[in-house]
Antibody
Framework: QVQLVQSGAEVKKPGASVKVSCKLS????????MHWFRQAPGKGLEWMGG????????IYAQKLQGRVTMTEDTSTDTAYMELSSLRSEDTAMYYC?????????????WGQGTLVAVSS | DIVMTQTPLSLSVTPGQPASISCKSS???????????LYWYLQKPGQSPQILMF???SRFSGVPARFSGSGSGTDFTLKISRVEAEDVGVYYC?????????FGQGTKLEIK
């Protein structure tokens, strides 16, 4: 059974960075491609980036290019999403999610979410 | 990017009555492998999204049979045959053909 457990809420000042973790259990990170999403308060879902299984490369949303970095620690099956140069518009719930298999395109499994608040 | 457009943006339904949500994509979601990568998610209040339907019309494990999906190409529909109180939340369609993955704006379903 796949389970994703994310780190706790964060409060950051504008210009700072935040690093959110997502611990996978039931599978290993070499078996499932991790993706990240966010949802601003009262808004819809936005895909931030993840692993493209066709080439094994990370792919990021164009609007976040240069500010977002997604990494993995395969020794602990923990994925990380770091967002830098934070702005108030980055205030959102951040989710990790993964398909049920390496080449899957749906996101069957989701973390519980991590609230990141950016405020001076 | 593929733009996903949902209608309506909100629905108020009496329990036991049907509900229908439309999702249109700016490009065909039919992949060269013959599959159509259109998904439906439900986000219940205060919860993470949960998948309901995959590849247009296949119900995810545990999803009640009152949910059905249909469509092809660029036009898709999610139907609930008889709405129940537990169906409240925001419904999203998502395309899985190309990156970036994109979602519809969401349709908020409430119970009358």
């Amino acid at each position: 059974q796949v389970q994703l457990v994310q780190s706790g809420a964060e409060v950051k000042k504008p210009g700072a960075s935040v690093k959110v973790s997502c611990k996978l259990s039931g599978y290993t990170l070499t078996e499932l491609p991790m993706h990240w999403f966010r949802q601003a308060p009262g808004k819809g879902l936005e895909w931030m980036g993840g692993l493209d299984p066709e080439n094994g490369e990370k792919i990021y949303a164009q609007k976040l290019q240069g500010r977002v970095t997604m990494t993995e620690d395969t020794s602990t099956d923990t994925a990380y999403m770091e967002l830098s140069s934070l702005r108030s518009e980055d205030t959102a719930m951040y989710y990790c999610a993964t398909p049920p298999h390496y080449n899957g395109r749906a996101f069957d499994y989701w973390g519980q979410g991590t609230l990141v608040a950016v405020s001076s | 990017d593929i733009v996903m457009t949902q209608t309506p943006l909100s629905l108020s339904v009496t329990p036991g009555q049907p509900a229908s949500i439309s999702c249109k994509s700016s490009q065909s979601l039919l992949h060269s492998d013959g599959r159509t990568y259109l998904y439906w998610y439900l986000q219940k209040p205060g919860q993470s999204p949960q998948i309901l339907m995959f590849e247009v019309s296949s119900r995810f494990s545990g999803v009640p049979a009152r949910f059905s999906g249909s469509g092809s190409g660029t036009d898709f529909t999610l139907k609930i045959s008889r709405v129940e109180a537990e169906d409240v939340g925001v419904y999203y369609c998502m395309q899985g053909v190309h990156f970036p993955r994109t979602f519809g704006q969401g349709t908020k379903l409430e119970i009358k």
